[in-house]
């Protein structure tokens, strides 16, 4: 087991890419604070994680909101003792070309997925300095590197997460803190089912691999950031797309 008892802290874990990432540590072996806006969801998920034989909470969480994040951090530091690894999932979409795109949409997708991954990363910073130890993993998307019509805000946001993970890399590598980030490409989950027929149909004939991912696809590169196998990575952005993007 490559996670064996280290305590994991998984936002947007409620369902898709997060909550196989949290039933993925579990099996590896870390107890997992599962995190959402959506509280019923991550009950759901950490009764999974309890069967997995592994302890859990369900901490109902708008990432969007350091107060909350900051209370659930120190809930979570009572019960687990530390906090070995954040995986700052968290994400929305509200997709527009830009002249449509309202100022509200622009706002609720940065505040989400940009401004809910400081805000984590903020308060989870001190207990991994305290550790001198950490592995964060931000999930960011091969949009923020391509660019995509009709997503200037969710681009803006991911990209933004490659320059915090970049950042927060550098401003914690003294401290034994690695810093990460994973750029899935089309991977099938509730974000994507959403998707017009037309526009998915296009999307898989660009994927050189051939069928769209998985979240096991995506559980299986953080789990890899996570452990000690990565101890000599930090900085970079992982991109995991069936090779649509290629350097
Ligand atoms: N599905 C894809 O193809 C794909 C591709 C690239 C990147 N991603 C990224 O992966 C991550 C997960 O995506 P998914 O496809 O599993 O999405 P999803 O919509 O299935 O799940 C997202 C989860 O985040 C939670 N959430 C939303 N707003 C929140 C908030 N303010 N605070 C806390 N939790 C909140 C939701 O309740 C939900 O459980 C996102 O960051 C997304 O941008 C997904």
Avoid: H
């Amino acid at each position: 087991m490559i996670l064996k008892d280290k305590v994991a802290l998984v936002t947007g874990a409620g369902q898709g890419i997060g909550k196989e990432i949290t039933l993925a540590f579990a099996r590896e072996g870390a107890d997992v604070a599962v995190c959402d806006v959506n509280l019923e969801q991550a009950n759901l998920v950490k009764q999974e994680v309890e069967k997995l034989g592994r302890n859990s909470e369900a901490l109902q969480v708008d990432v969007t909101k350091y107060a909350q994040v900051e209370e659930a951090t120190n809930k979570i530091l009572d019960k687990f003792k530390r906090i070995d690894i954040l995986v700052n999932n968290a994400g929305i979409t509200k997709d527009n070309l830009i002249l449509r795109l309202s100022e509200s949409d622009w706002d609720a997708v940065i505040s989400v997925n940009l401004k809910g991954s400081f805000n984590v990363t903020k308060a989870v910073s001190r207990p991994m300095i305290k550790q001198r130890s950490g592995k964060m993993i931000n999930i960011a998307s091969i949009i923020g590197i391509i660019g995509n019509a009709g997503q200037a805000n969710y681009a803006a946001s991911k990209a933004g997460i490659i320059a915090l993970t970049k950042t927060t890399a550098k401003e914690l590598a003294s401290r034994n803190i690695n810093v990460n980030a994973v750029a899935p490409g089309f991977i099938q989950t509730a974000m994507t089912d959403k998707l017009p027929e037309d526009i998915k149909a296009k999307m898989l004939s660009n994927i050189p691999l051939g069928r769209l991912g998985t979240t096991r696809d995506i559980a299986n590169i953080c789990l890899f950031l996570a452990s000690e196998d990565s101890n000599y990575i930090t900085g970079q952005t992982i991109v995991v797309d069936g090779g649509m993007v290629m350097a």
